[in-house]
């Protein structure tokens, strides 16, 4: 779950997407506060040339926006041209924060013996319009002004304020500047007084305000209701477009392959694999842990323009243009979310293994925690070091094991785990996948590409943590409890060998390729594949109404393109992930670099369905 993890203050330069977009699209882009500030008040004057009495402007945003930033300076602009104008702070229309406490009570359950550092929670079914007081906005925004009214503020056009707003302009924040901003303590959760600690702020985040501010980004976008939209990222360069050049942008931009821009965190078994091949800065941190290189609620797009470097929340991308994205059949089946997550696990040269962990299934994961599905998981080796070994399935007796583990959580004795948990030699190629209820861990010395079904919040039940600490010398979390009710103490080492650790099954062979299907279960619904590419190669595939996703596992380069329109393409190197939209019919894999290149691929399997319990058809 994305609250649990500190992401580093560092931008990749290289995951950039250069489109071709109209001169006249490029030309309506503002970068730079001074000019941003300048075209807020340049766009007041025009949109509301009565000298805007009885006029609103509402600024809304994601959560950690720095609304005082535009707002204060564009009034002050507007004044000095004769425009006045009042600033309202949605602060002081919300609800009480002991009102706002009771609303949210059942989202943050304080469940010590199941969740000891409280880190779970339930997903918030409501909307912001919830937690704002209606008789003190309709007081407010009713009252007679002499000039404009900036309303300012998460949840300044929601539904229940919308219908006073004259226009709308938002403020998107990249999920890591977020998370960053979280840690610097420049916000609070909606509607509190005082900060909480950053655990309990960013719990509060997960299961409600990202919620609200993500159901409500999305009604803007699909409602067309965005006059202005500022990237609010950088806040010492802020970057405004109409709302309809953004839309002209992801318009293009879902013409063609793409790559996302990953987000980067330390762990305590971080490896050095992923430092060494990005030539990642030494001072960012110790180690590398975790890389979310395409991890829909994640991370975020950057587009190159002549103006300005547009750094867009990818969700913001997925609530725009959805169904040319993923196909038309995926958005009703997925409810609109991408259905599958992509991340890098480095353990390479590190001092130990992940966790021993299991998720859980559908059922549990909606009864407990109201999200959308279930969370499986994927693991295809990249690369390993001397006696590499990934764990999944028992060899022993699990339940024996499960109860020494609760023990060790007391006593804090070491367990001899490899004389009951199955593992297999990580060879660079193989795939395991990893359906829900299965205790497994990535061992140490690897690299490990993990796909992820589709999890808009990720639940990991470790079970075993090797009586380690964290940084700040406290003992990791144990959740042997959750982690008891949902394991498959059946699957054992015959079950994995059978069903989720295939041998490669070969799909075609050609003089430039070999294609394997290398993952494939009955009980997850996506499936991976490997491409053999011969130096300067070329692969043929076909997307049929939905989206693929390959990533460059060996080799140099490749250059993926649409083969009816070879302009819309995108050049990978070594460890890029690239999304192949549905817009794209047949696409085109060409090994572009001196030697042979190796992709591996992920695709929705034909006939697929979102759940594997078939009572569960959607989020209560």
């Known amino acids: ?41 340049s766009y007041c004057k025009s949109a509301f040339p009565s000298g805007g009495k009885g006029s609103v402007l509402a600024v809304d945003g994601y959560v950690g926006a720095q609304f ?63 937690f704002i007081d209606a008789e003190k906005a309709k007081a407010a925004l009713e009252e007679e002004a002499d000039g404009l009214t900036i309303l300012y503020g998460l949840g300044s056009a929601c539904d229940l304020l919308r219908p006073y707003a004259d226009a709308v302009a938002y403020i998107d924040v990249t999920p890591k500047e977020t998370a960053i901003r979280a840690r610097e303590k420049k916000f609070v959760n909606i509607g509190d007084r005082e900060g909480r600690p950053f655990s309990l702020l960013m719990r ?65 078994w971080g490896g050095e694999y992923i430092r060494k091949i990005r030539n990642l800065p030494q001072d960012i941190a110790p180690n590398v842990a975790w890389v979310f290189d395409m991890i829909p609620m994640e991370v975020s797009i950057v587009v190159e323009t002549e103006k300005a470097i547009l750094d867009i929340p990818f969700s913001t991308f997925v609530q725009s243009k959805g169904t040319e994205m993923m196909g038309e059949r995926c958005v009703e089946e997925f ?13 390479w040269h590190s001092n130990g293994n992940m966790s021993v962990q299991v998720h859980p299934d559908e059922d549990f994961v909606i009864e407990n925690y109201d999200e959308f599905g279930r969370q499986d998981e994927a693991y295809y080796v990249i690369a390993t070091g001397h006696r ?9 007796d699990g339940k024996e094991f499960l109860e020494l583990a609760k023990r060790s959580e007391t006593t804090h004795e070491d367990i001899d785990y490899r004389k009951y948990i199955n593992s297999v030699e990580s060879i660079p190629g193989r795939q395991i996948m990893l359906p829900a209820g299965t205790v497994h861990a990535s061992g140490r010395n690897q690299l490990i590409l993990e796909l992820g079904s589709l999890t808009i919040g990720s639940y990991t039940y470790k079970v075993y943590d090797y009586n380690r600490k964290d940084r700040d010398g406290n003992t990791r979390p144990i959740h042997t409890k959750n982690a008891e009710k949902v394991l498959h103490f059946e699957r054992d080492s015959q079950w994995v060998r059978e069903n989720i650790a295939i041998d490669p099954i070969l799909v075609e062979e050609t003089e430039d390729y070999t294609e394997y299907v290398v993952g494939r279960t009955e009980l997850m619904y996506y499936e991976t594949r490997r491409i053999e590419l011969a130096t300067h190669g070329i692969y043929q595939g076909k997307n049929n109404g939905q989206f693929t996703v390959v990533t460059v596992v060996d080799g140099e380069s490749v250059r993926v393109y649409s083969r009816t329109h070879p302009e819309f393409c995108f050049d990978a190197s070594y460890l890029d992930i690239v999304t192949i939209p549905a817009t794209i019919e047949d696409y085109v894999i060409e090994a ?29």
């Not at 985040?205 to 202005?228: C, H, M, P, S, T």
């Not at 050049?245 to 987000?263: G, H, I, M, N």
């Not at 409810?335 to 997550?341: E, N």
């Open 592 to 620: 572009t670099g001196y030697q042979p290149v190796v992709v591996h691929k992920t695709l929705l399997k034909e006939g697929y369905t979102r759940y594997k319990n078939p009572k569960y058809t959607g989020r209560k």
């Open 335 to 347: 409810g609109g979310y991408f259905p599958i997550r992509f991340n890098y696990d480095d353990t």
């Open 68 to 130: 005082e930033d535009l707002v204060g300076p564009a009034a002050d602009r507007l004044c000095l041209t004769g425009l006045k104008c009042r600033l309202a702070d949605m602060k002081s229309l919300y609800k009480s924060e002991e009102e706002i406490g009771e609303l949210t009570a059942q989202s943050l359950p304080l469940n010590y013996e199941d969740d000891p550092v409280l880190l779970f929670g339930r997903l918030y079914p409501g909307k912001i319009d919830d």
């Open 388 to 396: 590499a070994r990934t764990y999944c399935g028992f060899c022993g």
């Open 1 to 41: 779950m994305s609250f649990m993890f500190k992401p580093l203050a560092y931008d990749d330069p290289r995951a950039v997407n250069r489109i071709a977009l109209p001169q006249e699209t490029v030309n309506r882009i503002t970068a730079g506060n001074e000019e941003v500030i300048d075209a807020i008040a």
């Open 204 to 268: 509060r985040n997960y299961y409600v305000d990202f919620e609200v501010a993500v159901k409500l980004r999305k009604a803007l976008l699909q409602e067309g209701r965005i006059d202005l939209y500022i990237l609010g990222s950088d806040e010492s360069n802020y970057v405004m477009m109409p709302g309809r050049v953004l839309d002209e942008v992801l318009s293009v931009l879902v013409q063609y392959p793409f790559r996302a821009k990953p987000v980067y965190l330390e762990g305590i």
